[in-house]
């Protein structure tokens, strides 16, 4: 019992060291974005004086605000369509037998391995022939192609965890394959789905790599991780600028996840259970 709450009690602390080791960076930012700069020069840990004000976070969002539209029109579809699709194939996968079915799948799984920088070159070059490249499309299609490998492994293996009984029953009873997936199986995976909304949307929002690589320069296209950079001048430099605009872009994920979070947890853990 003894060693038992001395592990417990080790545990505690490691946890909590390493959630604190976590946080102390971002109270740094937070206080770069509310202070102004000269008190935060010789660290923002002094607070004499302290005069916090919105001040970086209103110029903060009057230069990315573009950048919050644009990223919204490619974050929301580029989450439904490969949530869509990859839900169907991951259903597929884990209920259907098909020749070749093991080696297809494991295709799939074996995409996600392909770093982003290897692709590169031959994603900008097949947006130009298609005259695609400065356009929200462009990426709506890279996210949606991109976010299908890992989705497509998540449902399959969701599905594969769920009891057939009830699948059964229903087709005994005359439902179609379809009318089985959209009527019994897609309610049920409702936490699932919310785990890959929630997953999916914050890789889409906070691209950096490809938004660069596609929309550098043209603010109609232009994500609110590529505008941030716009905050840095060429010849001077406010970091509570930057710290504010980093807290802005960063409110749109953490907001959805903790909306979702209930699901996003059950989804995760791979269980149902009615609430």
């Known amino acids: 019992m003894v060693r038992l709450r001395i592990r ?16 102390f960076p971002f109270v740094g930012l937070t206080m770069a ?59 597929g996968f884990a209920r259907f037998s098909f020749p070749i079915r093991d080696y297809v799948f494991l295709t799939v799984v074996l995409l996600m391995t392909i770093p982003q920088q290897m692709v590169a070159i031959p994603i900008f070059r097949i947006m130009v022939s298609l005259n695609l490249e400065n356009t929200l499309v462009s990426l709506v299609l890279l996210h949606s192609a991109w976010g299908l ?17 009830v699948e059964e029953a229903a087709r005994v009873d005359g439902a179609s394959d379809l009318k089985v997936f959209f009527k019994i199986v897609l309610p049920m995976a409702l936490p699932a789905l919310a785990a890959v909304a929630v997953l999916q949307f914050m890789w889409v929002w906070n691209d950096f790599f490809f938004s660069l690589l596609l929309c550098p320069a043209n603010p109609s296209c232009m994500t609110a991780t590529v505008a941030l950079i716009h905050t840095i001048g060429k010849f001077e430099f406010d970091p509570g600028l930057l710290a504010a605009g980093s807290l802005l872009v960063m409110l749109v994920p953490v907001g959805l996840y903790v909306l979702l979070q209930k699901f996003y947890i059950r989804g995760m853990i791979g269980w149902t259970v009615k609430g």
């Open 33 to 91: 974005a509310f202070r102004p700069l000269p008190e935060i020069v010789g660290g923002w840990w002094n607070f004499d004086p302290f005069t916090p004000s919105f001040t970086k976070f209103v110029s903060a969002f009057n230069s990315i605000s573009f950048g919050f539209r644009n990223s919204l029109l490619i974050a929301v579809p580029a989450t439904i369509i490969p949530m869509f699709v990859a839900t169907l194939a991951g259903y």
């Open 8 to 23: 417990t009690i080790v545990i505690h602390l490691f946890a909590w060291g390493l959630a604190i080791g976590w946080l």
């Open 149 to 165: 490998p890992w989705i497509v492994l998540f449902m399959r293996n969701f599905f594969s965890a769920l009891p057939k009984d």
